[in-house]
T-cell receptor, first 115, second 115 residues
Framework: QQQVKQSPQSLIVQKGGISIINCAYE??????FPWYQQFPGKGPALLIA?????SEKKEGRFTISFNKSAKQFSLHIMDSQPGDSATYFC??????????????FGTGTRLKVLA | ETGVTQSPTHLIKTRGQQVTLRCSSQ?????VSWYQQALGQGPQFIFQ???????GRGNFPPRFSGLQFPNYSSELNVNALELDDSALYLC??????????????FGPGTRLTVT
């Protein structure tokens, strides 16, 4: 129930195309859903995040769509560029029994944008 | 303002040995979380430290332990290393407990190889 299922595992998109990565969860106690971008040899960097009371959030070329009833959320990268080639992780924040929070990560999507 | 730094970058240890990994949090951040990222997987939460005390723990055995110092830097110690401990270890700092909606910022990680 603490899992976040992410798909696809890998994605190849032409330059200028739209990249779409999907995540699904079961635990309705999750209260915050960030997306991270990770380049080889680097730590994950926050890209964009959304709360479950919002259905969509857009920042530049990146958009999160959130479907609370379906327990699904997705990342859309518009006008994909070769520089977007990286691994993307969705995550969900969950409260520990101690009253603090931890993040549950998806398994990642390796995106390659062809020039 | 400097970001999160970790040392060493890479480390090779033998099964049964002990290892200490270090993290310097971003200036002004008093909360540090540690994650284990196996190859091809998302980060897995190990534990979190807030003002020098462990404030939450994931599903990791007691041979994974940590410390946080008065300057909010942190150490991750792993005893009796096993082959499955080979992974990228990530440190993330935030300016407050995640429950206060503060985002976490990741360091570049330490790549540990156990042979």
């Amino acid at each position: 129930q603490q899992q976040v299922k992410q798909s696809p595992q890998s994605l190849i998109v032409q330059k200028g195309g739209i990249s779409i990565i999907n995540c699904a969860y079961e635990n309705t106690a999750f209260d915050y859903f960030p997306w991270y971008q990770q380049f080889p040899g680097k730590g994950p960097a926050l890209l964009i995040a959304i709360r479950p009371d919002v259905s969509e959030k857009k920042e530049g070329r990146f958009t999160i769509s959130f479907n609370k009833s379906a327990k699904q959320f997705s990342l859309h990268i518009m006008d994909s560029q070769p520089g977007d080639s990286a691994t993307y992780f969705c995550a969900a924040r969950w409260e520990l029994s101690s009253g603090t929070y931890k993040y549950i990560f998806g398994t990642g999507t390796r995106l390659k944008v062809l020039a | 303002e400097t970001g999160v730094t970790q040392s060493p970058t890479h480390l090779i240890k033998t099964r049964g040995q002990q290892v200490t990994l270090r993290c310097s949090s971003q200036s002004g951040h008093n909360t540090v979380s540690w994650y284990q990222q196996a190859l091809g997987q998302g980060p897995q939460f190990i534990f979190q430290y807030y003002r020098e005390e462990e404030n939450g723990r994931g599903n990791f055995p007691p041979r994974f332990s940590g410390l946080q110092f008065p300057n909010y830097s942190s150490e991750l110690n792993v005893n009796a290393l096993e082959l499955d401990d080979s992974a990228l270890y990530l440190c993330a700092s935030s300016p407050g407990l995640a429950g206060l909606a503060y985002e976490q910022y990741f360091g570049p990680g330490t790549r540990l190889t156990v042979t």
